[in-house]
């Protein structure tokens, strides 16, 4: 295959609507694969990066130069070619990929398997609206076809359809990862804050995992689909009981909110030594008040989807389980308006994208 123009839907600046446009992609390299893509998922990300709301947050500037943003890190679908030397994939083989298509591959992080926090040059490189080692900027999922080196895409194991699937390329490793991390199991109390697309997907894990699972909602309106889930508690935040019933509680908090919360709130759910692990990332900054911390020695820590190792232990897992997300399949023409809904948190439980209406 020579560099070629392919159909995908793009942000063409901060906060306008997405369109249908075309966009080119690398000619296969030796180390390459071309995936035909089935199935895009829409992570709330998507909806920060393109209204440019992470503009001066972190390490994540998001400028008017990286526009047209094509988002999508949530990727499903079937190898279509491979490069020269490509060993671990085959046409056919049904594959994914995640928020990153790239690392430096040498620093201590890389070679330990947390290639989500490289440290060395270029650092990881972002599934879009990042720059590749070829130094031209990368486009996401929500396309028809994309080249990835075959050491950046994931295997999907044969049980899981691949809409389904396409999810957990972020959804299911951001919170596979924490909960992996801290331990969530067996005699383990873990309450995951916000049923989105994350949430969802911590409900599962956590549960198949062994730990005795709440979510903690805006509301009950989704009581019976986190139960279902696997949730063995449901609570309204919005019932200052809530916080008074639950008090000295969790082991681990997981919140996957979009928004700013008043996180003290939250700590204060925590048992002694217990950890709150920040996943959302709002617009603004999060005041802490030290004494929430302090006077149960609770942690407040942040975690980063996971490596590409872990990713595919996540997949493996989730095959072993059954374990799938729950989502609305629509056409692209439907992209922005799914946008609106995700930001009413009327999203049962993550948007995917049919490529071939691209
Ligand atoms: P989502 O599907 O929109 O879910 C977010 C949930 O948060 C909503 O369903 C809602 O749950 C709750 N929520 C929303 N607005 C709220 C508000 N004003 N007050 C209280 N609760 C509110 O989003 P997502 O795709 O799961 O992503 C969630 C966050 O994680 C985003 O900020 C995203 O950028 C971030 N993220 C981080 C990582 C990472 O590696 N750390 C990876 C992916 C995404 P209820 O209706 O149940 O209350
Ligand atoms: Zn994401």
Redesign the pocket.
């Known amino acids: 295959m020579t560099h070629t123009s392919v159909a995908a839907y793009a942000a063409p600046a901060p906060k306008a609507p997405l369109e249908r446009i075309t966009i080119p992609r690398r000619e296969l390299g030796a180390h390459d694969i071309l995936i035909d893509i089935k199935y895009a998922g829409i992570?709330?990300?998507d909806i920060?990066t393109v209204r440019a709301e992470w503009g001066d947050a972190g390490n994540s500037p998001i400028v008017d130069g990286n526009f047209p943003i094509v988002p999508g890190h949530e990727i499903a679908g079937v190898v279509t070619e491979v490069g020269s030397e490509v060993s671990r994939y085959e046409a056919g083989d049904r594959v994914g990929v995640g928020c990153f298509v790239d690392s430096c591959r040498e620093c201590e992080n890389c070679k330990s398997g947390l290639d989500q926090y490289c440290t060395g040059e270029p650092g990881m490189v972002n599934t879009y609206a990042g720059t590749g080692r070829d130094g031209q900027p990368t486009y996401g999922g929500y396309s028809t076809h994309i080249v990835v080196d075959e050491n950046y895409a994931l295997r999907i194991p044969d049980g899981i359809p691949l809409d389904g699937a396409a999810p957990l390329l972020?959804?299911g490793i951001?919170l596979y990862s924490p909960l992996a991390h801290w331990k969530a199991g067996p005699g383990k109390k873990v309450a995951v804050v916000?049923?989105?697309?994350?949430?969802h997907m911590g409900v599962k894990i956590a549960h198949a995992m062994g730990a005795e699972v709440t979510v903690l909602?805006?509301s009950l309106r989704?009581k019976d689909d986190g139960l279902r889930l696997g949730a063995d508690h449901y609570y309204a935040t919005s019932d200052p009981a809530t916080f008074e019933r639950l008090a000295g509680t969790f082991d681990l908090i997981v919140n996957?909110?979009?928004?700013n919360?008043d996180l003290n709130a939250y700590f204060e759910l925590l048992k002694t030594d217990g950890t709150l692990v920040q996943?959302?990332?709002?617009e603004n900054p999060l005041p802490v008040a030290p004494f929430a911390l302090i006077g149960q020695r609770r942690s407040f820590a942040g975690?980063?989807?996971g490596g590409i190792a872990e990713t595919q232990e996540m997949l493996d897992f989730c095959g072993e389980h059954g374990l799938a997300a729950d989502i609305e399949v629509i056409g692209a023409e439907q992209i922005n308006e799914a946008y609106e809904r995700?930001l009413a948190?009327d999203?049962r439980y993550r948007f995917v994208i049919d490529a071939s209406t691209i």
């Open positions: 992570c709330h990300s920060h972020c959804a951001t916000g049923l989105g697309g994350l949430g909602s805006q989704k996957t909110v979009s928004a919360l996943l959302g990332v709002p975690s980063l989807i995700v948190s999203v």
